[in-house]
């Protein structure tokens, strides 16, 4: 990339200033938390937050603490970060508008190094994923990731830069924010709960712990048709190197350091959260494994749900987060053994036994499909994706590296059968004539809403099934939310705009914003969309909305596989890609959540 160009993206950073320094308005005089009070159903409920030592006072054990000096104050000018090691763990300092700050010097999502992040106003943006964290508070305001940093005592003494830090929180580089617990659980009974949470993703997630964040006392539920609690996801397709795991989390080391070997996992090694965290903080979580099964209908007028076997539970809140159904091929054929769509843990572990040494076909050349096809390429004897389109995807983010790890491709076709020996898939025949070698076949041509079940709800949907939400992620009844896969919500970075954007960090936020609006605040979304995905041990960062472009400035060297693509629309930036040069597209985020426009000739 052109330096004149990195100096551009630079010069057009400004982000809104984060929220005030939030942790000292919940402080009483005394230190301890204050008591904060919710309205449920018209009554007045006192608690005070649960107890969380090492939020509220990290101090307290003085054999965990450790202080030192880590460097002078003219060591850095404002708007500059520097990692410093205090021997027992490593933190990061910020200097910004002439004061010092200390925190957490790794991503709390997947360890990414937060030096090589971006800094602007007040917060650090994660240079892998997106994620957003306050400096003053270490709060994070953007995702991915549930955990946010650590924040340090910052000391000035004679012209040196002082830390005083928990050895703890240096070892564990993430900070659990203080949460309520359920104080009611008692006055409920099973068939009726406060919020109803119908999906348990990042989005069911996220909204279920801001309430616990933000005070939230009485019951909540989530219900998914998943058989385990809320887990990573977007791990099933990918081979993940050189990551840090959630502390709960098990990890197997090579010598490249960690790898994490997603697809033939277990659930409990890509878990959201443990088990314990649910119990702590009341969330309950109601799986498949359960007799509820799944929500079939929604009575808004009633403020009821009712379940496949029957039973119906009461809500007084309820937010939609049921994701997307996959598509399955409609071919001669298609109930054959040995043919899945990539939806929960025992899928993606079936179909790596299945590959292993054998020959594997991916229909469909979407990112799942791609990264599905790269972590087989070490598994399976052959690898061949088949896609209907001639798609920018293999154009622009490596084609080269692909065919260069024996992954064959047959573009512009579709399958026309599925053949079977003994009721298990043998061949895929495609309409161009070939014939296939298949022991398994992955399908990942694409998904829908997984929003059949309120067709008779009222609930307003568009044309393509998606529930439609406001800058509230609110629906068009009062007190039913939705985020996530299912939604269409007004994007502020394309003029309000509605669209439907499947991002795990989208879903996330959407969460956030949901339940910040169940208790009242009125807080619009405003993020910037954030993609990421891996594939042969490269990474590829995406930002903004890039549908409807018009042309693609790249800027690097493609065979090379170190480059930037910025997609434009009359002679805008909409949307930037990138391999092996961060930390350029989360700079671009930055600038276009500040509502900067970012011009096709800055580029060229």
């Known amino acids: 990339m052109k ?36 309205k449920a ?76 992040g971006v800094l602007s106003k007040g917060r650090v943006r994660c240079p892998w994923h997106g994620a957003c964290f306050n400096i003053g508070t270490g709060d994070i305001e953007d995702f991915p990731g549930l955990d946010s940093l650590p924040k340090f005592q910052v000391k000035i003494e004679k012209e040196k830069v002082y830390i005083r830090a928990s050895k703890q929180a240096l070892q564990t580089q993430r900070r659990t924010k203080v949460m309520a617990k359920c104080i009611s659980l008692s006055n409920y009974n ?91 903080y009341d969330i309950e979580v109601l799986t498949e494994m359960q007799h509820l099964l799944q ?45 899945f769509n990539i939806c929960t843990v025992e899928d993606a572990n079936r179909v790596v036994k299945l590959a292993t040494s054998k020959n594997a076909v991916v229909v469909g050349a979407s990112f799942l499909g791609m990264e599905v096809a790269a972590y087989l390429t070490e598994k399976a004897h052959s690898v061949s994706v088949v896609e209907l389109e001639e798609v920018p995807f293999k154009k622009f983010f490596g084609e080269k590296m692909f065919e260069n790890n024996r992954v064959k491709f047959y573009m512009q076709t579709e399958v026309s059968e599925l053949r079977e020996q003994d009721g298990k898939l043998k061949e895929v025949v495609l309409k161009s004539g070939k014939i296939l070698r298949a022991d398994v076949c992955v399908i990942g041509i694409g998904a829908t809403p997984a929003t059949g079940f309120l067709k008779q709800s009222g609930i307003n949907m568009d044309s393509k099934g998606f529930i439609v939400v406001n ?30 954007i499947p991002h795990w960090q989208m879903a996330h936020m959407q969460g956030r914003i949901a339940a910040l609006n169940m208790l009242a605040h009125g807080t619009e979304i405003s993020t910037v969309p954030y993609l990421w995905t891996a594939m042969f041990g490269k990474s590829i960062r995406y930002t903004g909305h890039g549908e409807g472009f018009d042309d693609v400035v790249i800027q690097g060297d493609l065979d090379e596989l170190k480059f930037v693509a910025f997609y434009t629309k009359n002679d805008e930036v909409i949307a930037v890609a990138s391999m092996n040069y961060d930390p350029i597209v989360s700079k671009v985020a930055d600038v276009m959540g500040a509502g900067r426009a970012i011009r096709k000739r800055d580029v060229e």
């Open 3 to 38: 330096v004149s160009i990195a100096h551009t993206v630079e010069v057009k950073i400004e982000v809104v200033l984060p929220e005030k320094e939030r942790a000292k308005e919940e402080m009483s005089p005394n230190g301890k938390a204050s008591p904060i009070i919710y």
């Open 41 to 116: 159903n018209g009554t007045s409920r006192h608690y005070q937050l649960e107890e969380h030592p090492v939020a509220m006072n990290p101090y307290r054990n003085l054999k965990d603490v450790v202080e030192a000096s880590v460097c002078h104050v003219k060591d850095l000018d404002n708007g500059q970060m520097r990692e410093v090691d205090l021997g027992c763990g490593k933190a990061l300092v910020v200097k910004e508008n002439g004061e010092f700050y200390a925190l957490g010097h790794k991503c709390p999502h997947y360890g990414a190094p937060l030096v090589k």
């Open 190 to 280: 099973i068939s009726s709960t406060n919020v109803l949470i119908i999906g348990a993703g990042p989005a069911g997630l996220v909204c279920a712990e801001t309430l616990r964040q933000e005070g939230f006392s009485d019951r909540i539920v989530m219900c998914t048709m998943d058989r385990h609690l809320p887990y990573d996801r977007p791990k099933l397709s990918k081979k993940s190197l050189n990551i840090s795991l959630p502390f709960y989390c098990s990890m197997a080391e090579d010598k490249n350091g960690f790898s994490f070997q997603s697809m033939d996992c277990h659930p409990d090694q890509i878990a959201l959260r443990p088990k314990e965290f649910f119990r702590t």
């Open 295 to 339: 929500v079939v209908a929604v009575d808004i007028k009633n403020k009821t749900a009712v379940f496949k076997d029957g039973f119906k539970m009461e809500y007084n809140k309820l937010l939609l987060a049921t994701g997307s159904t996959p598509k399955t091929l409609s071919c001669k054929g298609k109930e054959v053994e040995n043919v």
């Open 471 to 500: 800058k509230m992620m609110q629906t068009n009844f009062p007190g039913v939310f939705a985020a996530g896969d299912a939604v269409a919500f007004p994007l502020a970075l394309r003029n309000n705009k509605k669209v439907n």
